[in-house]
T-cell receptor
Framework: KAGVTQTPRYLIKTRGQQVTLSCSPI?????VSWYQQTPGQGLQFLFE???????NKGNFPGRFSGRQFSNSRSEMNVSTLELGDSALYLC????????????FGPGTRLTVT | LAKTTQPISMDSYEGQEVNITCSHN???????ITWYQQFPSQGPRFIIQ???TKVTNEVASLFIPADRKSSTLSLPRVSLSDTAVYYC???????????FGTGTRLLVSP
């Protein structure tokens, strides 16, 4: 069974631009969560989607948004990029909501210059 | 969500058994204990999950005493490729979000 895939793997953007990251969950998994990982803050929860609806949201500004499609694929968008948004963005899928058994993708490394 | 405490780092040698203990004094009745492994620049990988006593899979064992205030992840005969950060998480189903602490950085040497 194919794992979680994320595209692109690497991205370089300039301050003020916006970016869209994509995540394809494991087949049959309906929940998708997004995390940001930085050396200073560690792994932080961004949001969770289930059945095309955002179910939970972390403490991030409104510049961070996401959506989920009917096939469970998900995208996250960051608008008006700031230098501090440089991070590894990780997507994780699980079969159902509220599962601690999540499967993470390889991540998208975003660099903002 | 129960707060967890783990050692910041541990060192071991190839072939040894490694035990990483996690303290979770305020674990709730419905909380499960879950461990993840993360290599540099990769997403965390689910290792094992348990509720009480002992759970074993092909990768590790998880020991949970009767009071459930701590748990121990046991990695048998580690190799260099087990060098990674290990996270202990505690929470019940229907959680709001996974909360990762700083984890334990395990270094396996030849």
């Amino acid at each position: 069974k194919a794992g979680v895939t994320q595209t692109p793997r690497y991205l370089i953007k300039t301050r003020g631009q916006q970016v869209t990251l994509s995540c394809s969950p494991i087949s049959g998994h309906r929940s998708v969560s997004w995390y940001q990982q930085t050396p200073g803050q560690g792994l932080q929860f961004l949001f969770e989607y289930f059945s095309e609806t955002q179910r939970n949201k972390g403490n991030f500004p409104g510049r961070f948004s996401g959506r989920q499609f009917s096939n469970s694929r998900s995208e996250m968008n960051v608008s008006t990029l700031e230098l501090g948004d440089s991070a590894l963005y990780l997507c994780a899928s699980s079969r159902d909501r509220g599962s601690y058994e999540q499967y993470f993708g390889p991540g998208t490394r975003l660099t903002v210059t | 969500l129960a707060k967890t405490t783990q050692p910041i780092s541990m060192d071991s040698y190839e072939g040894q058994e490694v035990n990483i203990t996690c303290s979770h004094n305020n674990i709730a009745t419905n909380d499960y204990i879950t461990w993840y492994q993360q290599f540099p620049s990769q997403g965390p990988r689910f290792i094992i999950q348990g509720y009480k006593t002992k759970v074993t899979n092909e990768v590790a064992s998880l020991f949970i005493p009767a009071d459930r205030k701590s748990s121990t992840l046991s990695l048998p005969r580690v190799s260099l490729s087990d060098t990674a950060v290990y996270y202990c998480l505690v929470g019940d189903t229907g959680f709001q979000k996974l909360v990762f602490g700083t984890g334990t950085r395990l270094l396996v040497s030849p």
